[in-house]
C-alpha cells in the first residue's frame, strides 16, 4: 500500500524554483533539516563511480587547465535524460524494507569492490564500465527537492512505481561528487560554501543538469563578483551550450564579453595577443561597437587572417566566416573597393557573399534618415551589422563621374560628440576614397586661426603617397546650414598633389570654435555635421 505520507502538494498550484534571493521571505532556509532523518521521507544513495581516464592522461593544474578538460555538464551517466528510468540511471528500493537501519550515521560511506559492482542486478555493466568506488546516502526531503528543481518534481511524482519508492539512486563520477553535495545543500540553505571559480562552475553545470535554476543564479552572481581575467572570461563563454543557452546564466557571459571586448578594443594594438584566442573570444571582441579600428575593412582583414590561422580546411573555414564570424563583420561600412574583394574571395560562400555585399551597397545608397532608422531598427540584433563603430577613419560615401570630366562628390558625417572631441588640437580622417586611379582622403581638424589666435574648425584635402605623380585637382568643400538645411558652398580651390600632399582651410566656417560647436550652431542638424567635397581633375 502507498505510504500516504509521501504525496506531494498539488503539482497546479506549485511554484516551481522561483527567482532566488537571499533575503526574500518565500526563499526559507531549511538547512537545519538537511540530511536529517526528523525531516526527511526518503533516502538518496549516491553511487560515486571512477572517472573514466581521459584520452590523453590529462590533469587539471589550473584554471585553464580545468577548461579544457572539463567540457560536459554533470552526467549522471552516458544515458540521455529522457531514458532515466530505462537505462537504470536512477534506482528504487522498497520502502517497507523493515531491515532499514533509521539510526543510520546521517552520512553513509561504503567502500564498494570490483565482485559487487558485478553482482549487481544492473544488467548494463559490463568489465568495460567504471566501477563504483564508494556510496553516499542522505536523508532528504522530496517536497523540498521538488520545489527547487523540476528534474525532481518529475521523478517524484510521475505516477509511475519508482515515484513511490522511499530509496533513489544516483549514479555520478567522482569527480561530480563535491558539485552535487553542494548542490543539494544549496536546495536547502539558499547557500554555497565554495567560493572559487572552478568549484562555483561545477555546481553550476550540476544545477543546470538538475534543473535548479535559483541555484544557477547564484553561482552567476558569485562567477560576476569574482576578479575577472582573459582565462576566466573565456572559460565561462566556453560552457556546454546547455548552459550557456540558461537565461539565469546570460549576466555572466555578457560580462566575459564586455570585459574581452573593453581588454582588446585596440585589436591592432593587442593583434599577437587576440590571433591566439578561441572562437568565441574573438566573437567578443569583434562584436563590440566600441572596437578601436581603421576602418571595417580592417576587420574583414583581421577575420580573414584569424580564420585562415585557426581552421586551414578550406570547408571548415567557410563554414565558420558564414555561421559565425561573416556575422560580425560590418559590411555597410566597409569601403567599396574592398566589397569587390569580399565578392572574389574564395573563402566565403558565393551566395552568402553576394547577400552582404548587396545588402551593403543598398545601405550605402539610402538617404541618412533611413539610414538612421535600420541602424536603429539593428541596434538589438546579435550582428549589429548597420550600426557604425567610432572608426579611426570615418566612413564617407562616393558618388563617381566619368563625363564630362572625371570627378566625384564625397559625403562625410560627423557627430557633434566627434567634433567636440577635437578640442583643442584633435584631427579626425576620412576611408580612402578614389579619384583618376589615386586614393584621396579627407581631414578634420581644430586648429590655430593664425590671425585672430583662436581656436576654430578647418577641413582638409590629402592625397595618399604613391609615387611623385603631380596631380592637379580642383576642389570645392560644403557643408549643410540652417534654416534651409541645403549645401552651401565654403571654400574653393584648386592644388597639384603629390604623394603625401595635403591642402584645405584651416577656418572653414570663419567663427571661432565656441561658436561652431554651440547648441545654437547653424552647422549641427539633429547633431550631426554634414561635409561634402567635390574633386575635379583638371585637364
Excluded at 539512486?169 to 540553505?189: D, G, V
Excluded at 593583434?271 to 581603421?294: N, R
Excluded at 603625401?500 to 539633429?526: C, H, M, Q, T
Amino acid at each position: 500500500m502507498k505510504d500516504q505520507n509521501l504525496d506531494l502538494f498539488d503539482p497546479r498550484t506549485a511554484i516551481m524554483d522561483p527567482g532566488y534571493s537571499p533575503n526574500r521571505a518565500r526563499d526559507p532556509d531549511f538547512g537545519f533539516a538537511f540530511n536529517d532523518s526528523n525531516f526527511s521521507d526518503r533516502l538518496l544513495r549516491i553511487e560515486i563511480m571512477a572517472d573514466l581516464l581521459d584520452p590523453e592522461g590529462f590533469h587539471c593544474q589550473s584554471l585553464a587547465d580545468w577548461a579544457r578538460n572539463r567540457k560536459r555538464p554533470l552526467d549522471i551517466t552516458a544515458c540521455p535524460e529522457e531514458q532515466i528510468i530505462s537505462c537504470n540511471q536512477i534506482y528504487t528500493e522498497d520502502a517497507e524494507n523493515e531491515n532499514q537501519d533509521e539510526s543510520v550515521v546521517a552520512m553513509i560511506e561504503e567502500p564498494h569492490s570490483g565482485d559487487e559492482a558485478a553482482n549487481t542486478d544492473d544488467s548494463s555493466w559490463n568489465f568495460d564500465s567504471p566501477r563504483v568506488v564508494k556510496v553516499k546516502t542522505l536523508h532528504i526531503s522530496s517536497p523540498i527537492l521538488a520545489a527547487r528543481s523540476p528534474f525532481f518534481y518529475k521523478l517524484f511524482s510521475n505516477g509511475m512505481r519508482e515515484s513511490e519508492q522511499r530509496q533513489v539512486t544516483l549514479r555520478i563520477n567522482a569527480s561530480e561528487e563535491a558539485a552535487l553535495m553542494e548542490l543539494l545543500n544549496f536546495m536547502y540553505s539558499n547557500t554555497l560554501t565554495t567560493d572559487t571559480a572552478p568549484a562555483l562552475l561545477d555546481v553550476l553545470m550540476a544545477a543546470d543538469k538538475f534543473e535548479v535554476a535559483s541555484c544557477m543564479r547564484y553561482c552567476s552572481r558569485q562567477l560576476r563578483n569574482l576578479p575577472m581575467t582573459p582565462e576566466s572570461a573565456l572559460l565561462y563563454l566556453e560552457l556546454p551550450s546547455s548552459v550557456l543557452m540558461a537565461e539565469a546564466v546570460q549576466p555572466l557571459t555578457d560580462a566575459a564579453e564586455q570585459f574581452l571586448a573593453a581588454r582588446y578594443k585596440d585589436i591592432t594594438k593587442f593583434q599577437e595577443e587576440v590571433m591566439k584566442l578561441p572562437l568565441a573570444g574573438v566573437e567578443a571582441i569583434l562584436s563590440s561597437d566600441d572596437l578601436q579600428v581603421a576602418s571595417e575593412d580592417t576587420v574583414y582583414d583581421f577575420v580573414l587572417k584569424w580564420t585562415r590561422a585557426h581552421y586551414p580546411q578550406f570547408e571548415e573555414r567557410r563554414e565558420i566566416l558564414g555561421s559565425r564570424l561573416g556575422r560580425c563583420i560590418r559590411f555597410p561600412f566597409m569601403s567599396c573597393r574592398k566589397l569587390r574583394k569580399v565578392l572574389a574571395c574564395n573563402d566565403f560562400d558565393h551566395e552568402f557573399a553576394s547577400k552582404l555585399v548587396l545588402e551593403a551597397l543598398f545601405y550605402k545608397a539610402e538617404a541618412p534618415h533611413r539610414q538612421r532608422n535600420q541602424a536603429a531598427e539593428e541596434s538589438s540584433s546579435p550582428s549589429r551589422r548597420f550600426v557604425e563603430r567610432s572608426y579611426k577613419y570615418r566612413p564617407v560615401k562616393v558618388v563617381d563621374f566619368e563625363l564630362p570630366r572625371q570627378q566625384c562628390v564625397v559625403y562625410l558625417d560627423l557627430k557633434r560628440e566627434e567634433c567636440a572631441n577635437l578640442f583643442p588640437s584633435g584631427r579626425v580622417y576620412s576611408q580612402a576614397f578614389h579619384l583618376g586611379g589615386q586614393g584621396f582622403f579627407l581631414s578634420a581638424h581644430c586648429n590655430m586661426d593664425q590671425q585672430s589666435s583662436f581656436h576654430c574648425f578647418g577641413l582638409f584635402l590629402g592625397m595618399q603617397e604613391k609615387g611623385s605623380v603631380a596631380f592637379a585637382v580642383d576642389y570645392e568643400f560644403a557643408a549643410r546650414t540652417k534654416p534651409g538645411e541645403e549645401y552651401v558652398s565654403k571654400y574653393k580651390g584648386n592644388y597639384t598633389f603629390t604623394g603625401g600632399k595635403a591642402v584645405g582651410y584651416r577656418n572653414l566656417f570663419a567663427i571661432p570654435w565656441p561658436s561652431f560647436i554651440a547648441e545654437d550652431s547653424p552647422y549641427f542638424i539633429n547633431g550631426m555635421l554634414h561635409l561634402r567635397a567635390e574633386l575635379t581633375i583638371r585637364n
